[in-house]
């Protein structure tokens, strides 16, 4: 038993001893003490006034934010819930993070055009949307309540938006054009907006828009941003240059111009209409007059031709000169025997050799006075 006392005794010594949290040497394979969880990472700002009158310096800092990143700092009246339009916007200012996201300005104190309750607005100007907002007095300037704030949170746009589709074939003969409207929309609100409901309007020229409510489903965290999609439609037909807005609680959100080209296959339908529609109703009418038009009468196998015709008038020249041979003296030896040249071809009455007009008493001029 000595023995064995003996050796656990000069064992402990070669044990290692490690500090515990009390700072009392611990064994090996002791618990240690967690570290704490690092502090949240959000976007944050500090105001080193909390109440400050007009013409007075603010000095605003802030952490959490992007590196090398431009932030705006603006007081805002209302909470902001009305947006930028509760701020003084001329005398805001701008200020870029350091490397590890932080920054520090001073900010002069105005009077917002909206009254208190009023914060210090913090937001990045380019890049994914970030915000924050700090409790801020205004001393002398105006208090009064909060408005209600929409149930379906606080959308504004957060990029240019876009129009995605294109035309077809049935739009070139007069189809409703249709496209696509997409927008980035971010949620400023402290509610999340589930399933908001837009206005989409569309108008031509001097005209006012005419609007169409659709929803989106989806839902649009606080502080948080969404693509939407919505589909936009126009008349049938329509062409020239229109405007495309989305509005939201009574805001519009943003506008894109859209150029709708003229439906050409209507124009050239109306052309052939017009050389079409003439041409088959002159062929009906042609085809009515040849219908109700009377027959015309059989010719009578016993009576003559008409007056123009060959034969007859060679029939009525023998006739005639047979006649007129009868009537007269005999002929002279060597003349020919009835209306026959001398060559044996027929020879029109009315112009026998005895009874042809001479050409001399025809075509003589008389001698004028004194000639010889």
Known sequence: MGALALCAASALPTLPATANATGLPSAVGAPTVARAPAADDRPSVRLFDKEAGKGGTLTVTGRGWRPKALLTLLICGQNMIGGTNACANGDGRAVTTDSHGAFRRSLPVAEPPKPCPCVVHVATVTGAADAADA??????HPVAPLPEERPGGRLTALAPPRLTGSSGLLNWFGAPPQRRLTVTVGNLGPTAARNPVFQVGTSHGVFAPEWEEQQWRGTVPAGRKAEITLPVELAAGAHGDYLVSLKYGGKILAEQPWGVGRPWGVTLFWVLLCLVVPTAVFRIGMAVVER?????????RHRPAAYGDGRTLIRRGKRYGKNRR???????????DGPHGPDGSAALPWFTPDTAPSTTTSTERPTSKGSA
């Open 326 to 336: 009868n009537s007269r003296s005999p002929a002279a030896p060597g003349a020919p």
């Open 135 to 140: 409790a801020f007095t205004v001393a002398g």
């Open 292 to 300: 109700v038009r009377p027959a015309r009468a059989a010719p009578d």
